[in-house]
C-alpha cells in the first residue's frame, strides 16, 4: 500500500523549510535509515531519514522548493510489486512562500522581468539550491527570474544572466504633491511594505526578499522587544591579570595545538557566576520560572545573513581547553549551517561579544527564553587609579548586562555581573 513521506518537523519551532537536495530518485529501494533528502531549516541544513521501507513511487516537492509546510507531502513510497503507476495523482501543493516583501513595487533587472513559471501548484518556484543562494547574495528576486532548465527550473546561468543586466532606474513621479516635500523621511513602525516603498519612488534599491533566517531572527527579537521587560547593569573589568594568565597559558599549551582566546575566559567565568549565584540560573516559562542546575551557556555565532546562538552545554564543568574545542567546532559548523537543533537551542545565559569587531559597549537584545544576555564590548588601553592611590595604565573592557525582570530583579543581576566581573579579575580562580 501506497505510503506518502511528509516534510517532517525537524526542531519544535519548524513550521517550514525548503527541500534542498533529494538523494533518492523515483524507482529507488530504500530501507529505514536510509537518508532520503537534505532539508533547510530556518538555522540548518539537515538530513532526513526513512522511516519505512519500498520503493520511491513518486516525488511530489522538486529540489529547490521553498517554503514547504511541515506535513506537506513531499514523496511517495510503494511496497515491493507495487506499481508506480497505481499510485494516485498527488494534490496541487501548497503554493511556496512568496517572498515577504511581494506587495512592495521595487526596480528589477531589466532581464528579470518575464513571470516566473507556474508549475500545476500555482506559485512554487522551481530553482537550484545554488541558484537560490547566487540570487540572494546579487539581490535579485527568485521568483522574477524565468528558468532556462528543464520543466523551467532556475538555474545558476540564469541568475547570472540577470545580474549582468543593465538596471533600469524607477521613474520619478509625474507630479508630488506639495504635502509629500513635508513627508517624514523615516518609516514608522508598522508601515506597510507598498507605503514604505512609496518614500521611495525615483530612488534605486535592491529589494531583498526574506529568508527562514531573518524572518525568525525579526520574529523573536520584536517578541523580545515587545514582551521582555529589558533592564540593563554596566561594568568595566580590567583584563590586565586575565591577560598575563592567558599569555602563560598559551605558551605551555602551544605543543598540543591549542590557543585560548579571551572568549573563552569569559565563557568559562560566566558559568561559573551562574554556579555562584544560582537564583540568577534561570528561564521564563510562561506561567513559572525554570531554575537550571547546570551551567548551559550560549554564544552568539554572527553567520551570513544571520546569527546562530550555540550552546555549550556543563560549561562549568569543561576545562577552558575543552570549551576553546567546542567553541571553535560549534562555530565553525554554524557558518555552515551544520548545527543540529539540540545544539543552537536551550541554555539559561547568553554572550555576544562585538569587541572584536571595535565595538566599545552596546545593549544586548535577550534571546527567550534566556533570563540574561551579556553584551562584551573591546578591551581597551585606559588611565585608572591603582590599589595604591597612582594613576596608571590598564587595559578595561566594558560589559553590559541585560536582564529579564520577571526573572532576575536588580540586586540579583547585580550579584551575578559581580560575579563574572570577579572571575574574569582573578582568572587562577576559574580553575579551582
Known amino acids: 500500500m501506497a505510503t506518502e513521506i511528509l516534510m517532517p518537523a525537524l526542531s519544535p519551532t519548524m513550521e517550514e523549510g525548503t527541500l534542498a537536495k533529494w538523494l533518492v530518485k523515483e524507482g529507488d529501494t530504500v530501507s529505514s535509515g536510509d537518508i532520503l533528502a537534505e532539508i533547510e531549516t530556518d538555522k540548518a541544513t539537515m538530513e532526513f531519514e526513512a522511516v519505512d521501507e519500498g520503493t520511491v513511487g513518486r516525488i511530489l516537492i522538486a529540489e529547490g522548493t521553498a517554503g514547504v509546510k511541515v506535513n506537506t507531502p513531499i514523496a511517495i513510497l510503494v511496497e515491493d510489486g507495487e506499481s508506480a503507476d497505481a499510485v494516485p495523482a498527488p494534490k496541487a501543493a501548497a503554493p511556496a512562500v512568496a517572498p515577504a516583501t511581494s506587495a512592495a513595487p521595487a526596480p528589477t533587472p531589466a532581464a528579470a522581468t518575464p513571470a516566473p513559471a507556474a508549475s500545476s501548484g500555482g506559485a512554487r518556484v522551481i530553482a537550484s539550491p545554488l541558484a ?119 605558551k605551555q599549551l602551544e605543543g598540543r595545538g591549542v590557543k585560548l ?90 554572550i555576544s561579544n562585538l569587541g572584536m569587531f571595535g565595538i566599545e559597549n552596546f545593549d544586548a537584545v535577550i534571546n527567550p527564553p534566556h533570563g540574561a544576555i551579556l553584551a562584551v564590548g573591546a578591551g581597551l588601553k585606559k588611565p585608572v587609579v591603582k590599589a595604591d592611590g597612582e594613576v596608571g595604565v590598564a587595559t578595561v573592557m566594558s560589559m553590559t548586562l541585560s536582564v529579564d525582570h520577571r526573572v532576575i530583579d536588580g540586586a540579583l543581576g547585580a550579584a551575578l555581573l559581580q560575579a563574572i566581573v570577579d572571575n574574569l579579575e582573578n582568572p587562577l580562580s576559574m580553575l579551582a
Open 132 to 250: 537560490r543562494r547566487l540570487a540572494k547574495e546579487k539581490g535579485l528576486d527568485i521568483a522574477s527570474l524565468k528558468g532556462s532548465g528543464p520543466h523551467g527550473r532556475i538555474v545558476k546561468a540564469d541568475v547570472e544572466a540577470a545580474a549582468a543586466a543593465p538596471r533600469a532606474a524607477a521613474p520619478a513621479p509625474a507630479a508630488a504633491p506639495a504635502a509629500a516635500a513635508a513627508a517624514p523621511t523615516s518609516a514608522p513602525a508598522g508601515m506597510s511594505a507598498s507605503t514604505v516603498a512609496k518614500l521611495y519612488e525615483g530612488r534605486e534599491y535592491t529589494e531583498v526578499a526574506l529568508d527562514g533566517m531573518r524572518k525568525t531572527i525579526a520574529a523573536r527579537l520584536t517578541e523580545a522587544k515587545q514582551t521582555i521587560p529589558h533592564f540593563y547593569l554596566r561594568r568595566e573589568v580590567r583584563l590586565d591579570a586575565l591577560m598575563a594568565f592567558r599569555g602563560q597559558l598559551n
Open 261 to 350: 582566546s579571551v572568549n573563552d575566559f569569559i565563557i568559562k567565568a560566566c558559568a561559573n557566576a551562574l554556579q555562584a549565584v544560582p537564583d540568577a540560573n534561570a528561564v521564563w516559562a510562561g506561567d513559572r520560572i525554570l531554575k537550571l542546575t547546570p551551567s548551559d551557556v550560549a554564544v552568539a555565532v554572527a553567520v551570513e545573513g544571520g546569527l546562530f546562538t550555540p550552546v555549550l552545554k556543563d560549561a562549568d564543568k569543561k576545562t577552558l581547553s575543552a570549551l576553546s574545542a567546542e567553541m571553535k567546532d560549534l562555530a565553525g559548523r554554524a557558518k555552515t549551517k551544520k548545527l543540529a537543533p539540540h545544539e543552537y537551542q536551550g541554555g539559561s545565559f547568553a
